[in-house]
């Protein structure tokens, strides 16, 4: 797909003359995209963790051409990575309504439309803050562990006492290739494996019961 037809759908995209749904099943059709076929748990959310992918610097989208829709520049970028190729993959891996999570960082409208789920860049309280939203909605959640900026601690174990407190079974890794998204080679998403978190939980549980049985010998 050539640069250019990319930027004239996003910005169809963003004026409203076609839906993201649309603008998704277009990008599909026009981009290459490999998702390695493998069946997940049926009828119950789960999580996926993976890798941050970026773009190639051609994805970026002059904010010019954009800056007064969808929410509109609130933090007045020059450019802006449009994740719409991304969302169109986890579409392929998921099959099902999902979240990604991610910091608000302008153009909200859109990156709602594109089921993300905006958190504050604030420090501290993220974790609670993604499990009251997402409690009054039974969609998959998509977290990128890193986060991809600098000082995030939140997901590197958060993710786990989100899984717990939604009830969440299930825990899928992935990984994508290459790391920037690309418009003219292959783009991949790889499942390296799915995990019970009835497992998880019960080592946790374990270690926590051994930890306080020490502490009241100890003490005794």
């Known amino acids: 797909m050539k640069r250019e037809a990319y930027l004239d ?17 277009l990008l599909e059709a026009e981009t290459i995209s490999n998702v390695e076929s493998i069946k997940l748990p049926e009828k119950e959310r789960v999580m996926l963790i993976s890798n941050h992918p970026g773009s190639e610097k051609e994805l970026d989208i002059p904010t010019e051409n954009i800056a007064g829709y969808k929410g509109g520049n609130t933090f007045n970028f020059p450019t802006f990575w449009f994740p719409a190729i ?44 993604i499990i009251s939203k997402m409690e009054r909605d039974s969609s998959s959640i998509v977290i990128f562990p890193e986060g ?13 006492h989100i899984a717990c407190s939604l009830n969440i079974k299930h825990l899928v890794v992935g990984v994508f290739r290459p ?12 499942i390296l494996e799915i995990i019970d978190m009835s497992n998880l939980i019960k080592s946790v549980s374990t270690f926590v019961y051994n930890q306080q049985k020490k502490i009241k010998e100890a003490l005794s």
């Open 9 to 25: 759908l996003s910005v169809d995209y963003f004026k409203g003359q076609i839906s993201f749904k649309e603008l998704c099943v």
């Open 86 to 129: 991304r969302q169109a993959i986890l579409r392929k891996v998921l099959k099902r309504r999902f979240f990604t999570i991610a910091y608000d960082i302008g153009w909200s409208e859109a990156m709602q439309e594109m089921n993300h789920l905006l958190i504050k860049k604030e420090e501290g309280g993220r974790t609670q803050e």
């Open 148 to 160: 991809g900026v600098r000082n995030l601690e939140i997901f590197k174990t958060g993710f786990f």
């Open 179 to 190: 790391v920037n998204i690309t418009l003219r080679k292959e783009n991949s998403f790889q």
